[in-house]
């Protein structure tokens, strides 16, 4: 049974950096979609980043410049270095994937998340 789990998060004062990582356990696919999304308290639900095997990544403009999502390739974990970390980055942060060729932005596979606390 695949399984995501995501570590590397905690406190850290405005501008600081963390790096997440996300290993997967189970079988390793070629093809993959893999994301980061992040889930504030009282808000939505916001995709934060994602990759593909094609080594295509996408950001959401928040994140812009200072977040970098990095998969060498199906068998090494999914990461996201985030620099010069601000307080509405504060949020749990979950790794999400989908084993096809072709990525759709729908995930099926969902990490438990890992919380990342910014202090000013």
């Known amino acids: 049974q695949l399984q995501l789990v995501e570590s590397g998060g905690g406190s850290v004062q405005a501008g600081g950096s963390l790096r997440l990582s996300c290993a997967t356990s189970?079988?390793?696919?070629?093809?993959?979609?893999m994301a980061w999304f992040r889930q504030a308290q009282g808000k939505e639900r916001e995709r934060v980043a994602t990759?593909?095997?094609?080594?295509?990544?996408t950001y959401a403009d928040s994140v812009k410049g200072r977040f970098t999502i990095s998969k060498a390739n199906a068998k090494t974990p999914l990461f996201l270095q985030m620099n010069s970390l601000k307080p509405e980055d504060t949020a749990m942060y979950y790794c999400?994937?989908?084993?096809?060729?072709?990525?759709?932005?729908?995930?099926?596979?969902w990490g438990q998340g890992t919380q990342v606390t910014v202090s000013s």
């Open positions: 990759i593909s095997s094609g080594q295509i990544s």
């Open positions: 999400a994937a989908q084993f096809r060729l072709y990525c759709d932005g729908n995930y099926s596979y």
């Open positions: 189970g079988i390793t696919y070629v093809y993959y979609c």
